[in-house]
């Protein structure tokens, strides 16, 4: 157990609809990355956030959007869902934001979308 | 922009026997960090090893060590006395030490297959 929980753990939804990822990040972590595992595109990574603040973005589309709240969870929202948007979705912590510091990842959320 | 490749997408081992995954990196930093992750059924993330670039000593955790060629970009891991509970797949991951940013880049993955 790496101490990161993500809800829920399986979510499945239709097209066009729109969805919420929760994650808690480990006791004293500050920082929040979110990836997403697909059988296409493999595992990439999404946004991060530290303390509030988003610090880096990657190939992130339009219609997904995250945020990280003052009690330091993240929530990772996806509208107007697509069948591709069909993946894991792992949510990982560190304690800061640099690097030399080792992420560690939630148990992840599987979304299918029909 | 760093790039990652695993060219190996399958590997099978016998228990107690020694496998080596290779990883192959592109970047043009001089200081970053490389990792190797497990992914076993439960798709659980999980830690195997890491290495500093800086570091000419390669990383050893138990049965896992890595050989890290840095000149080469590659950075293969070798698990010794392979056992059942190794099967997953591996990933090599790369991390840019510059910045505040700190995301991973990941290749596409070693599926490892432990036999009796």
């Known amino acids: 157990d790496s101490g990161v929980t993500q809800t829920p753990k399986h979510l499945i939804t239709a097209t066009g609809q729109r969805v919420t990822l929760r994650c808690s990040p480990r006791s004293g972590d500050l920082s929040v990355y979110w990836y997403q595992q697909s059988l296409d595109q493999g595992l990439q990574f999404l946004i991060q956030y530290y303390n509030g603040e988003e610090r880096a973005k990657g190939n992130i589309l339009e219609r997904f959007s995250a945020q990280q709240f003052p009690d330091l969870h993240s929530e990772l929202n996806l509208s107007s869902l697509e069948l591709g948007d069909s993946a894991l979705y792992f949510c990982?912590?560190?304690?800061?934001?640099?690097?030399?510091?080792?992420?560690?990842f939630g148990p992840g959320t599987r979304l299918t979308v029909l | 922009a760093q790039t990652v490749t695993q060219s190996q997408p399958e590997m099978s081992v016998q228990e107690a026997e020694t496998v080596t995954l290779s990883c192959t990196y592109d970047?043009?930093?001089?200081?970053?960090?490389l990792f190797w992750y497990k992914q076993p059924p439960s798709r659980q993330m999980i830690l195997v090893i890491r290495q500093e670039a800086y570091k000419q000593q390669n990383a050893t955790e138990n049965r896992f060590s890595v050989n890290f060629q840095k000149a080469a970009k590659s950075f293969s891991l070798k698990i010794s006395d392979s056992q059942l509970g190794d099967t997953a797949m591996y990933f090599c991951?790369?991390?840019?030490?510059?910045?505040?940013?700190?995301?991973?880049?990941f290749g596409t993955g070693t599926r490892l297959q432990v036999t009796l």
């Open positions: 970047t043009s930093e001089n200081n970053y960090y």
């Open positions: 991951a790369f991390m840019t030490a510059t910045g505040t940013a700190s995301k991973l880049t």
């Open positions: 990982a912590s560190s304690v800061w934001d640099r690097a030399n510091n080792e992420q560690f």
